[in-house]
């Protein structure tokens, strides 16, 4: 109930309590590790998911939970491992081929990745971050289609799912569809107005696509959220560049080189 309440550190001392009363019941460790993980403990969860394996070695979650917690720690091999034998305790585990096909991304095996992100697709049709993360794959692989098919449907299945905005917006710039891309960037500040990123982003589209007045005024009013974002300054020089005013300009170079120098 306290992690559930986010109080991880009350449940940790009420499975202190139960594992000093039964040291021998794997839901105990389990549980705790889940809340030293929820605590930011990481070795801690580690450990104690390691000593719930070692008393149900066929449970699934628990070789899983501590494979989400070995790729916290930057232990990719090992997270590897743990999530492959959590798929082969539980073919159907979702979760495991989508945290493993993360993995695979991260050792640059994207066709290990693809492969992934789809079974996990197949066992969880509504998965949208699964959808997004495939799009991504197929976007490195440069295919363009498969990619925007599949970001588009991460939205169809999640309207407020902001990342894959951001990512169907850089396909839409990268193609030339600077239209497309403002439209993506523009649903990312429905939902973030204060997106400071986005804004300096649609920024960028408008001055691709010759919209200057625009870009201006989206990189001014990234400056005025954030007044030591240089990369904006700068962005708004080239803009002011493009147009003629090379005083305009030469200001926010000279303001970029000293936020960024």
């Known amino acids: 109930v306290y992690l559930a309440l986010g109080q991880p550190d009350q449940a940790i001392a009420d499975y202190n309590q139960a594992i000093a009363l039964d040291g021998s019941l794997a839901q105990s460790y389990g549980g705790r590790a889940r ?51 959590a798929i082969e305790l539980d073919p159907s585990f979702a979760s495991a081929y989508a945290n493993r096909g993360r993995i695979y991304v991260e050792q ?5 990745a693809l492969a992934d992100y789809s079974q996990a697709i197949e066992l969880e049709p509504k998965n949208a971050g699964a959808y997004h993360n495939r799009g991504s794959v197929y976007h490195n692989l440069g295919e363009i289609d498969k990619a925007l098919a599949d970001y ?29 891309a ?25 001055r691709a696509w010759g919209d200057y007045p625009r870009a ?35 200001a926010d170079y000279t303001k970029a080189i000293e936020l960024a120098p």
């Open 152 to 180: 588009t449907q991460a939205l169809t299945l999640d309207p407020g799912f902001v990342a894959a905005y951001n990512s169907r917006a850089r396909l839409h710039e990268e193609q030339g569809d600077y239209d497309l």
């Open 182 to 206: 403002v439209a993506d960037y523009t649903a990312i500040l429905d939902l973030q107005p204060q997106n400071i990123e986005a804004i300096s982003n649609r920024g960028s589209a408008y």
């Open 216 to 250: 201006v005024a989206d990189f001014s009013k990234a400056i005025e959220l954030d007044p030591t974002l240089s990369s904006a300054y700068l962005d708004r020089g080239h803009t002011y560049q493009e147009q003629g005013d090379l005083d305009a300009a030469l």
């Open 35 to 85: 809340a030293n993980e929820a605590a930011g403990k990481l070795a801690e969860a580690a450990a104690d998911y390691t000593k719930a394996i070692e008393l149900d070695p066929e449970n699934a979650a628990y070789v899983f939970g501590r494979g989400t917690v070995r790729a916290a720690q930057a232990d990719a091999a090992n997270a590897l491992a743990d999530f492959s034998r």
């Open 108 to 112: 640059d095996d994207l066709d290990a």
